[in-house]
């Protein structure tokens, strides 16, 4: 861990849970605006690669081409989306992030889409039983794209890992998701296009707060 990324630990543990959860966020915003060129040439690109393949599926009359072509690109995307990952601990960590770090972790698209679909189907199960348990498996396992990118870990292991890391600290992670959640919700509202900011600056945060989890040496 960087030692600017160390102090911001420090002193995020000595504020109360609402003042922390906000200076990730106010620090990824700093973070992004000091990068805002790669965040968002990199948002446009996932972009981008959704509206190729929707044109491919619509040009296509045959159903199993259009759903190979759809399950590559979600293979591509996941990858992709990892690789967004990548750039936020990347800034976190006092490095520098590029664009081609978007397509760097191509290998770990499988892993992300397979953990996602199990922690989807998992809260799925808890929200259709009772919405707390629903709420409760959310929180638990919501950190396990940032194992997946941090430690290129497999599906169950990400998520076995998300839940240890998760122990103790589910309300502040409850806040966090929530606030970006809203904020990528408002972004979402104009016309997608605010999500070009929002969401990096979703994943700076939480990939702030990620680190803020780690042992001090690490």
């Known amino acids: 861990m960087s030692g600017k990324m160390r102090r911001t630990t420090e002193r995020g543990r000595k504020l109360g849970m609402s003042d ?3 200076s990730h ?14 965040f ?3 948002m446009i690109l996932l972009f981008l690669s ?3 393949v929707a044109l491919l599926v619509l040009h296509r009359s045959g159903f199993a081409i259009g759903l190979i072509i759809l399950l590559a690109w979600l293979l591509w995307c996941s990858g992709m989306i990892v690789g967004l990952h990548v750039m936020a601990l990347k800034s976190v960590d006092d490095r520098v992030p590029r664009v081609d770090d978007l397509f760097g972790s ?3 698209g499988p892993a992300y889409l397979l953990a996602l679909t199990f922690y989807c189907a998992a809260v799925s199960l808890g929200f259709a039983l009772l919405i707390v348990p629903g709420i409760y498996l959310a929180i638990r396992y919501c950190l396990f794209a940032q194992i997946i990118t ?5 599906p169950l292991a990400a998520l076995r890992d998300a839940a240890g890391l998760a122990r103790g600290h589910y309300a502040q992670l409850g806040a966090l998701f929530l606030i970006a959640f809203l904020l990528n919700t408002a972004g979402a509202a104009i016309l997608g296009l605010g999500l070009v900011i929002s969401f990096p600056v979703s994943l ?10 780690q042992p001090a040496t690490a």
Request: positive net charge; without cysteine; glycine residues 12%.
């Open 20 to 22: 922390r959860v906000m």
């Open 204 to 213: 700076l945060a939480i990939a702030g707060f990620y680190r803020s989890l």
């Open 50 to 52: 959704g509206i190729v």
């Open 106 to 108: 191509l290998a770990l």
């Open 25 to 38: 966020f106010q620090i990824g915003w700093r973070l992004f605006k000091a990068r805002a060129g790669v």
């Open 40 to 42: 968002v040439v990199s």
């Open 150 to 154: 941090d430690k290129s870990a497999g």
